[in-house]
Nanobody, 127 residues
Framework: QLQLVESGGGLVQPGGSLRLSCAVS????????IAWFRQAPGKEREGVSC????????LYADSVKGRFTISRDNGKNTVYLRMTSLKIEDTGVYYC????????????????????WGQGTQVTVTS
């Protein structure tokens, strides 16, 4: 069964940048769409971005459009989330997951089919 591992989080000032990685620890990305989610303290988990299996379809939450860029390297079985112009409200634990039932993205929210959730990586934006 697919298992993903997130990394790349850290402490950064507002306006700073980070690049998160989502790597496969077991299985393969295959033809799965991959999504990033985040959960801020005291809030529900929300969808951030999604990328189709071939990387042609990329969706973003309105709150991160123009600041975050999702990409994937299927040869390395890794998906990335480049985050720039970070804001305090971007603080949270970031998770990635795979939708093995479709190879494209139609929404950034959790459709209930995502699997392979990792432990997440903490992103803290603070001055």
């Amino acid at each position: 069964q697919l298992q993903l591992v997130e990394s790349g989080g850290g402490l950064v000032q507002p306006g700073g940048s980070l690049r998160l990685s989502c790597a496969v620890s077991r299985g393969t990305l295959g033809y799965s769409a991959i999504a990033w989610f985040r959960q801020a303290p005291g809030k529900e988990r929300e969808g951030v971005s999604c990328i189709s299996s071939a990387g042609f379809v990329k969706l973003y939450a309105d709150s991160v459009k123009g600041r975050f860029t999702i990409s994937r390297d299927n040869g390395k079985n890794t998906v990335y989330l480049r985050m720039t112009s970070l804001k305090i409200e971007d603080t949270g634990v970031y998770y990635c997951a795979a939708d093995p039932f479709q190879n494209t993205c139609t929404q950034v929210d959790d459709n209930g089919r995502y699997v392979g959730w990792g432990q997440g990586t903490q992103v803290t934006v603070t001055s």
